[in-house]
């Protein structure tokens, strides 16, 4: 049957098609926009609490790693060329260990010109000795003359006056003498400056200097260390307490850890210390329900060796019992 165009009508057949199509376009679109509702494994696996506080009152909390001496964050006195960088990530160094040092031609050339006064000025002084005593004795002898028509006033005043000037550029040379060994001794101190040493014993946690680099002198405001280390036997872990928990938490009462992501590897550790001071937080989980405007009680526990189970900087979850909970 032919389509008569003709009789064709806008209202009674062409708008009712339109509608159609578009209740089916409709359709399909609400369709495609469903969430997928296909059950999968998470991507990380959740924290859980430790057995033994699964039916207990508990504290929980996020840590983060550190050593136990706090982490070390070195830089230099001094600027200039790095000559000689001595350690790398993953050194163990003892105390007074060089780690890396600074160009010191500029300050070696200073001490050079320093000793050299300092010859200068004891032979100064050798020279002032001699004149002085020469000075004294003729002064003396002068003196000592009975017949006072022998030796003149004059004289007598000259050699007073010699006298005097020997002493004066005795004082002189001494005075330089001093002064040239000071600036020895602060060449010396800087040349010290120069060649920076670990403060402690300990690991090398970062290096980010290299051979050659020029350094400026670390001037705070973000400024990146040139060298982290640290006391990582053994390791401790500050776990951050919301300051509405910290109440209810047991006071020396040990504490259940995890990797973050592996909760199954659960170790016990040992309570070190709380701080007394009570501050912002500023250790994020990058959950999206984490409150970031709360300020925290940091407890300090120390982990045991669990052969590289936990690292420095790696985020934790922690169980501790809460306070009139069954220990």
């Given at each position: 049957m032919a389509l008569d165009l003709k009789n064709l009508s806008f209202s009674r057949q062409i708008l009712p098609l339109i509608a159609v199509v578009g209740l089916l376009a409709a359709v399909a679109f609400i369709l495609a926009g469903l969430p997928d509702r296909e059950l999968s494994e998470p991507g990380r696996?959740?924290?859980?609490?430790?057995?033994?506080?699964?039916a207990e009152a508990r504290v929980a909390g996020s840590g983060v790693v550190e050593p136990s001496s706090e982490t070390i964050q070195i830089g230099s006195a001094l600027s200039g060329l790095i000559t000689g960088l001595y350690v790398q990530p993953g050194d163990r160094v003892g105390e007074g260990d060089l780690l890396f040092t600074v160009d010191d031609r500029a300050v070696r050339a200073q001490l050079r010109e320093a000793e050299a006064a300092i010859a200068e000025a004891r032979a100064a002084i050798a020279e002032a000795e001699s004149a002085r005593n020469t000075a004294a004795s003729q002064l003396a002898l002068y003196r000592n003359v009975e017949d006072p028509a022998a030796v003149s006033r004059a004289e007598v005043i000259r050699a007073e006056g010699e006298a005097t000037a020997a002493g004066e550029r005795l004082r002189l040379a001494r005075a330089r003498l001093d002064a040239a060994q000071a600036r020895a001794g602060s060449a010396r101190t800087e040349i010290a400056r120069l060649k920076v040493r670990a403060p402690i014993a300990g690991e090398i946690l970062a290096v980010n200097i290299r051979k050659g680099e020029y350094v400026s002198t670390m001037g705070g405001g973000g400024a990146q260390p040139f060298i982290e280390m640290g006391q990582t036997s053994p390791l401790h872990v500050r776990i951050d307490i919301d300051e509405e928990q910290a109440p209810r938490l047991a006071p020396g009462a040990p504490a259940t850890v995890s990797p973050r992501g592996a909760s199954h590897k659960q170790v016990e550790a040992l309570f070190v210390r709380a701080e007394p001071l009570v501050v912002p937080k500023r250790s994020l989980t990058n959950s999206a329900?984490?409150?970031?405007?709360?300020?925290?009680?940091?407890?300090?526990?120390?982990?045991?060796?669990?052969?590289?189970?936990?690292?420095?900087?790696?985020?934790?979850?922690?169980?501790?019992?809460?306070?009139?909970?069954?220990?």
């Open positions: 696996e959740p924290p859980r609490a430790p057995e033994q506080l699964a329900a984490e409150r970031v405007d709360v300020r925290v009680l940091q407890v300090i526990y120390q982990l045991p060796e669990t052969n590289g189970l936990f690292r420095v900087g790696q985020q934790v979850d922690a169980y501790i019992a809460a306070e009139g909970a069954d220990q």
